[in-house]
C-alpha cells in the first residue's frame, strides 16, 4: 500500500489544525489522530475522489468530536471568563502584531464558522469542497463563511482600537487596513 499521496497532504493538515486548535502541540495531536484515522480506515476512501477532501474530513470530524468531549468534561469544572481576568494577564513586552491579533480573533470565533473560514482560505478549498468536508449544505458554507468575515472585521477593529502599549513605536493597522482573509469563487 502506497501511504506517499497521504504524507504529501501533511503539511496542509497541519496548517489547518494548527489554525483550528491555535496551539502546536494540540494541532500536532490532531494531525496524529487523523493520519492515524487514515490509516486504519484506508478501505473507505474511494479510489479516484479527492483524497485531500476526504482527509480533511476525518480530521474535522476528529476536532469536533474532541470539541464536544472537551464540553462534557469541562461542563463539571468551573468556568473563568477570559475577559473577566484580562486585567491579570501580562501584556507581552514586544510590540504589538497583527499576526498575533489574527490568531487571537481567529480563536474567538464559533467552531463551525472558523473552519469554514479557515478551510477557503487557508486550504484554498472551493466552496463544495467544505461542504463536503463539514458535512452541511453549500449554501450553509456561504453563510457561515460571510458571518465569520463579517465577525473578524468587528474583532479585528476591537484588536487595533486597543493596541497592547510598545516601548517601540510602530505603526499598528487598523480594521481597514488589516489583511483580511477573503477568497472569491
Same mark, same amino acid.
Do not use: C, I
Given at each position: 500500500?502506497?501511504?506517499q499521496p497521504v504524507i504529501d497532504h501533511i503539511p496542509s493538515l497541519r496548517r489547518y $489544525?494548527?489554525? &483550528?486548535?491555535?496551539?502546536?502541540?494540540? *494541532?500536532?495531536? #490532531?494531525?496524529?489522530?487523523?493520519l492515524e484515522r487514515a490509516c486504519s480506515r484506508w478501505r473507505l476512501w474511494l479510489a479516484g475522489t479527492d483524497l485531500r477532501a476526504w482527509l480533511f474530513t476525518v480530521m474535522h470530524?476528529?476536532?469536533v468530536s474532541q470539541v464536544r468531549q472537551a464540553v462534557r468534561?469541562?461542563? $463539571?469544572?468551573? &468556568?473563568?471568563?477570559?475577559?473577566?481576568? *484580562?486585567?491579570? #494577564?501580562?501584556?507581552p513586552d514586544n510590540p504589538t502584531d497583527v499576526r498575533i491579533d489574527l490568531q487571537r480573533c481567529l480563536l474567538r470565533l464559533p467552531d463551525d464558522q472558523?473552519?469554514?473560514?479557515?478551510?477557503?482560505?487557508?486550504?484554498?478549498?472551493?466552496?463544495?469542497?467544505?461542504?463536503?468536508?463539514?458535512?452541511?449544505?453549500?449554501?450553509?458554507?456561504?453563510?457561515?463563511?460571510?458571518r465569520a468575515r463579517s465577525r473578524l472585521r468587528?474583532?479585528?477593529?476591537?484588536?487595533?482600537?486597543?493596541?497592547?502599549?510598545?516601548?517601540?513605536?510602530?505603526?499598528?493597522?487598523?480594521?481597514?487596513e488589516a489583511p483580511l482573509l477573503r477568497r472569491l469563487k
Open positions: 500500500m502506497n501511504f $489544525a494548527r489554525a &483550528l486548535t491555535g496551539d502546536a502541540w494540540a *494541532a500536532d495531536d #490532531l494531525v496524529q489522530d487523523t470530524n476528529l476536532y468534561r469541562a461542563s $463539571a469544572a468551573p &468556568l473563568v471568563d477570559v475577559d473577566e481576568v *484580562a486585567h491579570e #494577564l501580562k501584556a472558523r473552519a469554514v473560514l479557515l478551510l477557503v482560505t487557508l486550504e484554498d478549498l472551493s466552496y463544495e469542497e467544505v461542504a463536503k468536508v463539514t458535512g452541511v449544505a453549500m449554501g450553509t458554507v456561504m453563510s457561515r463563511l460571510s468587528e474583532l479585528m477593529g476591537e484588536a487595533a482600537q486597543h493596541p497592547t502599549p510598545s516601548p517601540v513605536a510602530e505603526p499598528v493597522a487598523t480594521a481597514s
